[in-house]
């Protein structure tokens, strides 16, 4: 008897009972559902829920895989085994099998954590709450291991994604009746409460934590540095990474975050799937040039000197901001997220917009922590209802105008 078989017998033993949806949800995961429509009129479409969050994770898998060699390259080059790479995105330095095995079993206990506790989480709140387990963390799942740094504890992991998720998402009543994304409250839990493990020159580059920790026991090493880009400019030091490195990826950051070329083919997938939003990509992009511009503005007008602590980021150039840090993956991963977005098309503009122009405003002066995009997501998410509502209100205003004039 295969897994299939027995799966769907479960379902049937169990049907009425508290551990029907966690049998159900394994088989519908698994298998296609043995239950079809038949006849009779019905709203008939090729995706479904599933299929959403499918193509989701097929557009991260590149920065997935990216990530792994990336993890491994800039260890070792941090320790001095390779030299930087000097051919392109294609370089032989880069693609290596001993990169992408450092990287990838760093990189895979954090994929195991996050859909191990995330998914079990959501299998325990359906079996409670007697209703089908949701396909919503399928896509949180994977974000998660991409949007934090690669030498991040696994227990401080396991914590985050179990307050992300429920109170997150199941305390507003699970998938599609969240406000905030779970992935951002998950690294904004991680950020408030391990602080010194979500920023600094350590926590990005394998092996420099523990480097330092050995070196403060006695060893004699050679320190390991791995700040990103964003926090040398927040210190005001010089940036060692060419503006094409930034492009392609070649840089230190949270583990899919740092290849801006393969965050924009994903955003192009999803946009050729119609499932991420255009206008909230491009609006960000925009509201993000706008800013950079204004501080650009600021600095060539001599409102601001080199002397000043804002002078690095301000000085940078308006387009680069957008290369830098989390920004991509942000917009394109999780700014256009169905569920905590505005919904009207002009309400998307709005909202894309305001992301951009909050995450450079944050960026630029709070030194401290200068990746701005997190927190600018999770604030208009909140106001993305308000948004949505003022958009409504207005569209009824001018139909009522209108037909004031036709009946006049």
């Known amino acids: 008897m ?79 085994d390779i030299q930087a790479v000097a051919g392109g995105f294609f370089s032989a330095e880069f693609w290596t099998l001993d990169n992408f095995l450092i990287g990838f079993w760093k990189v895979l206990p954090l994929v195991i954590v996050s859909y191990g506790v995330g998914l079990g989480i959501e299998f325990l709140f359906a079996i409670i709450k007697k209703h089908e387990v949701e396909e919503g963390y399928l896509v949180t799942g994977m974000l998660v291991p991409l949007i934090v740094p690669i030498d991040i504890p696994l227990w ?86 060419s503006t094409w490195d930034m492009f392609l990826g070649f840089i230190p950051g949270s583990v899919g975050e740092t290849s801006t070329l393969l965050i ?64 991509a993956f942000g917009t394109v991963f999780m700014a256009t997220d169905p569920v905590t977005a505005s919904q009207t098309n002009k309400g998307k503009w709005i909202y894309g917009f305001l992301i951009g122009f909050i995450s450079i405003l944050i960026r630029v002066f709070n030194p401290a922590y200068p990746e701005g995009v997190m927190l600018a997501i999770l604030l208009m998410n909140v106001f993305a209802p308000t948004i949505d509502h003022y958009v409504v209100q207005g569209n009824v205003k001018k139909r009522m105008k209108r037909l004031k004039i036709k009946t006049a």
């Open 156 to 241: 401080m992991l396991a914590v985050a994604v179990v307050f992300g998720v429920v109170i997150g998402k199941e305390v507003f009543g699970g998938t599609g009746m969240n406000i905030l994304n779970p992935a951002l409250t998950i690294r904004a839990f991680l950020f408030f409460a391990y602080p010194t493990w979500m920023s600094g020159d350590k926590v990005w580059v394998e092996g420099a934590v523990e480097r330092t920790n050995e070196i403060a026991a006695g060893a004699n090493l050679d320190a390991i540095s791995g700040e990103t880009i964003l926090g040398s400019f927040a210190q005001g030091k010089e940036v060692v990474f």
């Open 264 to 327: 924009l083919l994903g955003g192009l997938f999803l946009i050729f799937t119609k499932i991420g939003s255009w206008r909230i990509m491009l609006s960000s992009a925009l509201g993000a040039i706008v800013m950079g511009l204004i501080f650009n503005q600021i600095v060539d007008a001599g409102v601001i000197t080199e002397t000043s602590k804002f002078y690095s980021l301000m000085s940078t150039p308006f387009w680069e901001h957008l290369l830098l840090g989390g920004f």
């Open 2 to 80: 295969n897994l299939k078989t027995r799966l769907h017998i479960l379902k049937r033993k169990f049907r009425g009972s508290k551990m029907a949806p966690a049998f159900n949800a394994l088989h519908t995961f698994l298998y296609l559902p043995n239950e079809t429509t038949h006849n009779g009129t019905h709203i008939k479409a090729a995706d479904d829920l599933k299929r959403t969050m499918n193509t989701v994770i097929m557009a991260m898998v590149p920065c997935l895989i990216f990530g792994m060699f990336n993890a491994g390259y800039q260890h070792n080059l941090a320790v001095g």
